[in-house]
């Protein structure tokens, strides 16, 4: 099995991994909101990359505050058709992944960008979406939960305590696979995109179930894209939107 995660609007790219035949495992984050390389993305095409580039900018240094006094502005003023037109680049970017993922054997979880159902009701005969639960995949265990970590309240963000709840469900698996870091810094945190981004739940339940491997996405630019917690080998998956590149189960670097 082969996997992916942040493929933030590369749906080409994500067509030609899908047609090598083998099963595909998407971590998360199909939608491109931003890209804070170009500023590119669905909420450029709605207010404008100058806009995208400012908030951007006052996020780097640190002034967080500023950001949301500029985004609220925005939004009292044009909230209405924002809305609407993000809810239109929405449709056509899961429209797109449904193609790019027909006649494959794939299964998907959500990040926090994406709709989780949204997501869901666009899967092709084939593709399953996969949250909280455990699939056997290739003989091995596969455990799946999806979502990232609280910030914006978004649909796509899951709460500490509602990841705790499940993957102490999952129970013990061969494989976990999630779209959130677990809370270790040097794969949390991002060299270029600001704070750390990770979850405390992912690395307590590394450290009590012991999953042999854990994969996962979410951190674009990480300090290490592997790293061992206990007996876990863990690995971030992504950028897949720079990269282009899937990771096969079990292989080294």
């Known amino acids: 099995m082969i996997l992916v995660a942040d493929v933030h609007g590369a749906f080409?790219?994500?067509?030609?991994?899908?047609?090598?035949?083998?099963?595909?495992?998407?971590?998360?984050?199909?939608?491109?909101?931003?890209?804070?390389?170009?500023?590119?993305?669905?909420?450029?095409?709605?207010?404008?990359?100058?806009?995208?580039?400012?908030?951007a900018e006052?996020?780097?240094?640190?002034?967080?505050?500023?950001?949301?006094?500029?985004?609220r502005a925005l939004h009292a003023e044009r909230g209405s058709e924002i809305q609407e037109r993000l809810e239109a680049l929405t449709e056509i970017g899961y429209r797109a992944m449904g193609e790019a993922l027909r006649g494959a054997r794939a299964f998907v979880t959500f990040g926090n960008v994406d709709r989780p159902e949204r997501?869901?009701?666009?899967?092709?005969?084939?593709?399953?979406?996969?949250?909280?639960?455990?699939?056997?995949?290739?003989?091995?265990?596969?455990?799946?939960?999806?979502?990232?970590?609280?910030?914006?309240?978004?649909?796509?963000?899951?709460?500490?305590?509602e990841m705790s709840?499940?993957?102490a469900a999952l129970g013990p698996v061969d494989v976990l696979c999630?779209?959130?870091?677990?809370?270790?810094?040097a794969?949390?945190?991002?060299?270029?995109?600001?704070?750390?981004?990770?979850?405390?739940?992912?690395?307590?339940?590394?450290?009590?179930?012991?999953?042999?491997w854990h994969y996962f996405g979410d951190i674009h630019q990480p300090q290490a894209n592997r790293w061992r917690v206990g007996s876990t080998e863990c690995r971030n998956v992504g950028y897949f939107r720079a990269t282009g590149r899937a990771v096969r189960h079990g292989a080294r670097p």
């Open 12 to 55: 080409d790219e994500l067509g030609r991994v899908a047609a090598m035949g083998e099963p595909l495992l998407v971590l998360g984050d199909l939608l491109n909101f931003v890209d804070h390389r170009t500023h590119e993305g669905m909420l450029a095409d709605v207010v404008g990359r100058p806009v995208v580039a400012q908030l």
């Open 187 to 212: 794969l949390s945190a991002d060299v270029i995109g600001g704070r750390p981004k990770h979850s405390h739940a992912v690395l307590e339940y590394l450290l009590t179930s012991r999953p042999r």
């Open 165 to 167: 709840r499940k993957l």
């Open 58 to 71: 006052l996020r780097s240094r640190g002034d967080r505050e500023a950001a949301r006094t500029v985004w």
């Open 119 to 161: 997501l869901a009701a666009h899967l092709p005969e084939g593709c399953r979406f996969v949250d909280g639960v455990v699939v056997e995949i290739d003989g091995w265990h596969v455990g799946f939960a999806g979502g990232g970590v609280p910030a914006l309240g978004v649909p796509g963000e899951v709460a500490e305590e």
């Open 178 to 185: 999630t779209h959130v870091a677990p809370a270790v810094s």
